[in-house]
């Protein structure tokens, strides 16, 4: 049995990473180890968080789950605070989450300061960000220097570490699938409780909006003809961390107001299970990705997918078996999207998906991680 600390956030912080490492620890308990969890009492000043609110609003704390509120991001007098307490507890690792450069000061002085006593691992989601900004190369290469070894989700993250570090003390292992948000219930009640249309075809784009995971070019791929003519219809289910006019300028250019169901709102957790069972394809039109949280949610809940062919997406969904792999391309988008509902694709691809994702269970992700532990210098 180890004693061990996620150092990322946790509820009342929302979000993937936030639910992420709630499931991790859980994990990591049921196993017979001692988790816990330091979560950020401030994880991003206001002026710098560009959705409508950090905390989740609805639900309750996970149960049976220790999380240490602490972290103050932009205080450096706390960052030795909470590295005395990390000592102090004589954990046998930590594990830090990282995805933004944001965090290497903080994360970066913590682990240098106990790395002496503990080993330190980080998670990392992102190495180089999708959104570049000033002080971004030397934030993650001070962070990368206080850690021992890394596990990627990715293989291009994973390769990506390279490029700050020559350590061999990393590992990969697939994103595991969210277990968090409730079981599955039929088509017919989420469509219900969603007050959408029993009979559609529905795509469903899940998650915050941002520039980068590709909604444009999505709703520019539902403008083709023939996916009009069979009336399939796109449901947007996700908070606008950008400008939202724009995407409803695409609306008006090409007639879409019949074919977009635009649910524009942080989806809450007890919400999540709904817009997924309610759903025929999910789609993640990335331009570019790492991994993916709404990969392994869609992998769940059994449901087919179309990615691009972008980071890890294309690692995780088997083209022409659990969906499709695409080019970016609005004409290459809107032919699989044809094939998949012409040619009755669903229930075939559901029951390959039904198989596939028995690859992306808890079990494994933790031996790697442990496995990393041991071997890491």
Not at 167 to 181: D, F, G, L, V
Not at 232 to 248: H, R, T, V
């Amino acid at each position: 049995m180890s004693k061990i600390f996620i150092i990322g956030p946790a509820y009342p912080l929302r979000g993937g990473p936030a639910q992420f490492n709630e499931n991790l620890c859980a994990e990591l308990i049921k196993e017979g180890h001692d988790a816990q969890i330091i979560s950020y009492s401030l994880q991003y000043p206001n002026f710098l968080f560009p959705g409508s609110s950090q905390f989740e609003t609805s639900g309750k704390a996970p149960a049976g789950i220790k999380i240490h509120t602490l972290i103050n991001t932009v205080n450096p007098f706390n960052w030795f605070k909470v590295a005395r307490f990390i000592k102090k507890e004589k954990p046998d690792f930590i594990l830090f989450r990282y995805w933004l450069p944001f965090f290497g000061p903080a994360l970066g002085t913590i682990g240098r300061f106990v790395k002496s006593k503990t080993k330190v691992l980080a998670l990392t989601d992102n190495i180089i960000p999708h959104e570049k900004r000033f002080g971004d190369k030397p934030f993650t290469n001070y962070f990368v220097n206080s850690c021992h070894g890394f596990i990627a989700m990715s293989k291009t993250v994973l390769n990506d570490i390279s490029k700050f570090s020559n350590t061999k003390n990393k590992a990969y292992s697939p994103h595991p699938m969210y277990e968090t948000y409730g079981s599955a219930v039929s088509m017919e009640e989420a469509r219900k409780k969603l007050n959408l249309n029993a009979n559609d075809k529905i795509i469903l784009f899940f998650g915050l909006i941002r520039h980068y995971k590709g909604l444009d070019i999505l709703m520019e791929a539902m403008a083709d003809s023939e996916i009009k003519k069979q009336n399939i219809k796109l449901l947007i289910a996700g908070e606008f961390y950008e400008d939202k006019q724009p995407y409803l300028d695409l609306v008006q250019k090409h007639n879409l107001q019949d074919h977009i169901i635009l649910h524009d709102k942080f989806i809450a957790n007890n919400e999540v299970r709904y817009y997924f069972c309610a759903s025929n394809l999910v789609a993640q039109t990335y331009r570019n990705a790492t991994n993916s949280g709404v990969t392994m949610v869609g992998y769940f809940y059994e449901k087919p997918m179309v990615v691009t062919n972008v980071g890890g997406l294309a690692e995780i969904v088997p083209d022409n078996k659990c969906g499709y792999v695409v080019e970016t391309s609005v004409p290459k988008i809107s032919e699989k999207i044809i094939e998949y509902f012409s040619q009755n694709k669903e229930n075939e691809f559901t029951n390959n998906v039904r198989v596939e994702k028995k690859k992306y269970e808890w079990t494994e992700f933790i031996r790697v991680l442990l496995e990393l532990y041991k071997t890491s210098k």
